[in-house]
């Protein structure tokens, strides 16, 4: 069945799968969004050419809606949704936190949610969307819910009660890498080098890294090996990552990112 598919909250993520369908070759006659804002509603309607529409004719003419407000947001959201929302729709959710059991007790009942965490790399079909179904979404609606997202990327489904710990990895993994390449861009400034060039070899380093860990099958501590000659240069910047304490800060701030998400999902602003 070709779904008409709405996206509810058209901001970075949202507008990042949005562009992401078009590029997967989903006409725009299928899919439509919604903005609160009039020059943002008229700013999508040029880049895409999609119908913005409200989110109550979302809910009435789309088969699927993807939740992408935040959190914070998301109660407002349902109140307005919920009497308008035949029980036969699929809701998709992009909310970080946000249990399933949050839209079942204010959506119609049987609705069925599917709960999902996209990443920004969606923007270049790299993204990767971790999947969960809630207690009335069937395999159709997972099927449904993956023809949407694995053309931007991959896909991988988890139990609910994993997807906090998804958030923090991947949802804002992206964001520990971009911090890297700007730390390490600095550090090569301090060496003497042009920003531009330095930057142009992290990156470069960044996505050869990045390719081999996906391509080559080896463990990451092999191909770390591999770099670090003996009395060489590379051990020598490993000795100060452990010694400030670099595998312990990630190790908390993933934590933290994990504890952020199960505080947003128990309705923390
Ligand atoms: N940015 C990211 O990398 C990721 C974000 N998410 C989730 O996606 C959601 C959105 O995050 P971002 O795109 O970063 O935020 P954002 O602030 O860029 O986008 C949210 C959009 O929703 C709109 N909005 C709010 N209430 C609305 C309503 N009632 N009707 C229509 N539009 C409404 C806002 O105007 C805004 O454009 C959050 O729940 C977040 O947890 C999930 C995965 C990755
Ligand atoms: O920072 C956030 O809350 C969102 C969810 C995952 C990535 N960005």
Not at 163 to 178: C, I, K, N, R, W
Request: aromatic share 4%; with cysteine.
């Amino acid at each position: 069945m070709q779904q008409r598919v709405a996206v509810l909250g058209t901001g970075k993520i949202g507008e990042a799968l949005l562009s992401g369908m078009i590029r997967a070759g989903w006409s725009t006659d299928d899919l439509m969004c919604t903005a609160r804002r009039a020059e943002r509603a008229e700013a999508l309607r040029a880049r895409y050419g999609v119908e913005v529409v409200s989110n109550i004719e979302a809910a009435k003419a789309a088969d699927t809606l993807i939740l992408a407000v935040k959190p914070q947001d998301m109660s407002t959201l349902l109140e307005e949704l919920s009497p308008h929302l035949p029980a036969d729709r699929l809701v998709i959710s992009a909310a970080a936190g946000v249990p399933s059991a949050f839209f079942e007790e204010r959506l119609p009942a049987g609705v069925p949610v599917v709960r999902v965490m996209p990443n920004t790399p969606v923007l270049v079909d790299e993204g990767m969307s971790v999947i969960s179904g809630g207690s009335h979404a069937t395999e159709d609606h997972l099927l449904r819910a993956e023809a949407i997202f694995k053309p931007v990327g991959k896909t991988l489904r988890v139990p609910e009660s994993q997807q906090d710990a998804a958030t923090a990895l991947s949802g804002s993994g992206p964001a520990y890498f971009y911090y890297l390449v700007e730390a390490m861009t600095d550090a090569g400034i301090l060496l003497g080098l042009p920003r531009d060039k330095a930057h142009d070899l992290i990156v470069q380093a960044a996505i050869g890294a990045a390719v081999m860990l996906r391509d080559s099958g080896e463990h990451p501590v092999k191909l770390r090996e591999a770099v670090t000659s003996p009395a060489g240069t590379t051990i020598s910047a490993i000795r100060e990552l452990e010694k400030h304490g670099v595998r312990a800060a990630l190790i908390a701030a993933l934590e933290a990112a994990r504890d952020r998400s199960r505080e947003l999902g128990t309705g923390h602003s």
